[in-house]
Structure formats: C-alpha cells, structure tokens
C-alpha cells in the first residue's frame, strides 16, 4: 500500500515550513505535496526552544512559534496545511530510501513516491555516550533539539529551582540554556574544553565580555577540561559531575550541548556526501537531479568564499528552504544561490549578528562594555571577510552586511580601520550608489577611496551579456516546457 506525490520534504523542522510556505507562493496545487516528520507538530522555530520556551513565567508554546513568525512571515498552523492542500505525515519515522526508485518506506511499511524530493532531516545532537560518558537516559540529563527535548528540559527545570545545574558546552545551546537557567533562579557552572565560550566565533575579546557579564549574573566558568564522568543516586538520578581536571561539581540538573551530526544516515551511498552534509549544488540540487537538500544537513557552495560549507543556523534552513523551492518550480529565473552566512543570538540585555567569515586578521573597535555597541572585522588576504556587531540597530546591522557582502579592499592601516569602525562600513556600502552612465570609463575603476577599492565592469558588457541571457533563457524554456508537455 502506498501513496504518491509530486512533492515530499522529509523533515519537519524549520526549513520543512519555510519550503512549504515557499511552494504555496508558487502555485502547487493540492495534494501534490507531502511533509514526513518524525516529530507529532507540524514545523516550528527552533530558536524558541532555548529562549521564550524556558521563561519562568509566560512561556512561549505551540502554536505561538509555528514557521513561519521567525521571518515575520505567516504562522503555519495545521489548519493552514490543510486548507493548502499539504498531506502533513506526523509522528513517522522514515527507515529507508530508495533514490534510484524514487520511493520511500516508513516504519509503518506504507510506501511514498515522489517526482521530487527535499531532504530536510536536520542534525541530531551529539551524545555523551560517543565520548565514552554514560548517563545520557537519566533523567535529569537534557539535550535541546526538538520540542520533546525542550518540555522534558522545562519540567526538569521547574524541580530544580534554587539548585545546581552544570552546562556541559559552549556554543549557542550551551550559553542560551545557561541564560534561562539564570532566569529560572538556578545555579549555573558551564563546562568546556575551549579557552573561551562560542571559540569557533568569537574572538576572546568578545567573549570575555559576554562572560564577565554572566559571570556578574553567578554563572561559574570551569574551562580548558571535559566531562568524564557521573554520579548516581539510589534512582539513577545525576547528583554530581566529575571533570577530567579533577573538579567535582554538586548537579541537580545537567544540560549538555556539545554540537551536532547531520542525518545522513538514509542517503550514504546514493548520494554524495561531503563535509558532513549532503552534497549540492547552487541550487541545492544533490548529485541525483531529483533530491534536493536545505538546512543543516546541506553542504552548499558559498559563493562569496567560493567553497563547500555547511552551516548549522536558522537563517541557512530558512534561505536555502525557499531557494530550493525556486530552483525546483522556476528553474528558468533561479539564479545561484548567493549567501551571506548569517549568525545571531539574544541573551539577556545583549542582541548580536555576525556576517561572513570569522577567519584572518582581527579588528576590534567600539566601547567594549556592557550596554555599550562594539564590533570586530576580520580581514583576509587584504579584504573583508567578516563583520560582528553588538548593540547595533536595524540599518546598522543592515550596513555591517552589505559591507560585508561587498567583500572590498581594505587599504588603510588596521589601526585607523579600528578608529573608522563603523564608518568604514557605511563609507563601503554609501560607494555603491550607481553613478550617472557618462561618469563610467569603460575598463576601469570607478570607485576608489582612502580605504576601499571596488571594480566594476563597463556597462556595455552588461547590455551584451544580458542578451546573451534572455536568449539562452527563452530556448532552454522551450525545450524544458516542449519536454514537460510529453512527460505529463
């Protein structure tokens, strides 16, 4: 017994409603798409999980954060799947698939075929168990990644007020979850092996202020070791954490955050595999014509830095969801998919962004304190490659990524850059106002200042290469539309 569609995302996650939302815009029609969760919701906005959702009072809950309200966009109810016409197959776990078939089968036995598939499956978190550590299944240990992990985390919280909660990892999830335990009057110690919080983004300028501000707030740091083990009580419930410098930590909850793994697991050996992702192309196309992948279980080429990443943020899930729906409904005018990798967090009074690429030089400028807007670039082989800003508001956050999407030249002195701050990136993006067409030698460059270099083409290529495209596009859609016409 089986069912087919023209359409199936397997995954429930944020993407999964960003992709949905993206296909009802361009005109799918009922009952041609299907979304497979394992989890019993339709899709939602994960960032809630560790912030509103653990609030002490007035929590957020479903149907509150449903995609789409992280974009300010529509909130996609379950009504609002049906009333589209989108078959929502909830609280099914997938156990295999078959590429070449174009089938899939779920641990029902009931089998779905598709003409195109968008795999939306996520990452799963890392499990102390893969360290050597067990203790995971008791149950005042918490991972945060689904709304299960979250109510169990929220339960766990409310009997644990007054008491000790050791955070082991520190990424996003470790320092989100340590700012609401703080909030729900609960004593935190957070553990990492890093000389820092957040290492693989911030510079340890920046994190030493965000930690001297947790710190003011009772959160003990204990870096530079790992977890090695616990202890039980009588009912196999954690009392303490044992760390290999030889700490012993009094615990009465335990939150680990300590990354994640993409679930690949069903398509490893049917289609490429890199960097931990699924492999595609700039238009999230995987190396089978009819699979396509977004979100955190996509390796994508990133076009500004022109290499594979895969990225682990909402932002990603939400872009490349609607680029692959483009890409798959109008291949003719999707264009590559051209991002900005995009990172932000809100913790406490404190609201950051991130853009680009933390790799290079760094430059540090602003007031590095707490209520205070300060910054940091990173420069790389003469250019700008990424830009961090605190405290800053919507047109200078907007600014900081237009700058940093321009990638120019940077020819000043990284001392007068750190005088400039902000400046620099306002003059970079106020040099992109097109100039009148008799301002523009052919050939050579047009805009150039003290401290930014930018080149740009003569308008006459442009005209050319414009028609050269309007050509090439009206006969491929010929051919696609001829071919289509016979294949339906």
Request: net charge neutral; proline share 4%; with cysteine.
């Amino acid at each position: 017994m089986g069912r087919a569609f023209v359409y199936v995302i397997l995954g429930g996650g944020v993407a999964a409603g960003y992709a949905a939302l993206e296909f009802t815009r361009r005109g799918v029609s009922d009952g041609e798409l299907c979304i497979i969760s394992e989890e019993p919701v339709a899709p939602y906005e994960r960032p809630a999980l560790s912030k509103g959702f653990l609030l002490p009072e007035a929590p957020a809950r479903l149907p509150s954060f449903h995609t789409c309200v992280g974009a300010n966009d529509e909130k996609l109810t379950p009504k609002w799947y049906k009333d589209h016409g989108i078959e929502l197959v909830l609280g099914t776990r997938v156990k295999s698939v078959d590429v070449r078939r174009k089938t899939l089968l779920s641990s029902t036995g009931e089998t779905i075929s598709y003409k195109f598939l968008i795999i939306a499956t996520g990452a799963r978190p890392l499990k102390l168990e893969e360290f050597g550590v067990e203790g995971s299944d008791a149950e005042n240990v918490c991972y945060l990644r689904d709304l299960a992990d979250a109510n169990r985390l929220a339960t766990v919280i409310q009997s644990s007020s007054n008491g000790n909660a050791v955070v082991i990892g520190g990424g996003y999830i470790g320092m989100e979850c340590a700012a609401s335990l703080v909030i729900n009057k609960i004593n935190v110690t957070m553990v990492f092996p890093e000389a820092h919080c957040m290492a693989r983004l911030f510079t340890p300028k920046i994190a030493s202020l965000y930690e001297d501000y947790y710190r003011a707030k009772g959160v003990k740091f204990v870096k530079g070791t790992v977890l090695t083990s616990f202890e039980f009580d009588s009912n196999k419930k954690v009392t303490a954490v044992n760390l290999k410098d030889g700490s012993h930590l009094p615990a009465d909850l335990v939150v680990v955050g300590i990354g994640i793994r993409p679930n690949t697991s069903l398509f490893e050996g049917q289609l490429t595999i890199e960097k931990g992702g699924i492999k595609v192309n700039s238009r999230m196309q995987s190396s089978d014509s009819s699979v396509y992948a977004i979100g955190d279980v996509a390796t994508f080429p990133v076009k500004l830095f022109g290499e594979m990443r895969r990225l682990e943020h909402v932002d990603s899930a939400r872009k490349s969801a609607r680029h692959a729906v483009s890409a798959i409904m109008d291949p003719i005018k999707t264009g590559e998919f051209d991002y900005l990798p995009f990172f932000y967090s809100r913790v406490f009074a404190f609201s950051w962004q991130f853009y680009g690429d933390p790799t290079g030089d760094v430059v540090h400028f602003g007031e590095y304190e707490d209520g205070k807007s300060f910054g940091a670039y990173w420069i790389k082989k003469g250019h700008l490659v990424g830009s961090f800003l605190e405290g800053g508001t919507k047109e200078e956050y907007e600014t900081i990524s237009k700058a940093t999407q321009l990638k120019p030249a940077v020819t000043i002195d990284l001392e007068e850059l750190e005088r400039e701050g902000l400046g620099f990136a306002h003059t970079v993006v106020s040099q992109q106002k097109v100039p009148e067409v008799k301002d523009i030698p052919s050939a050579e460059m047009v805009r150039q200042s003290a401290s930014v270099v930018m080149i740009k083409k003569p308008l006459y290529v442009w005209h050319a290469a414009t028609g050269v495209v309007v050509a090439a596009s009206v006969a491929a859609f010929a051919f696609w539309y001829g071919r289509r016409r016979r294949r339906w």
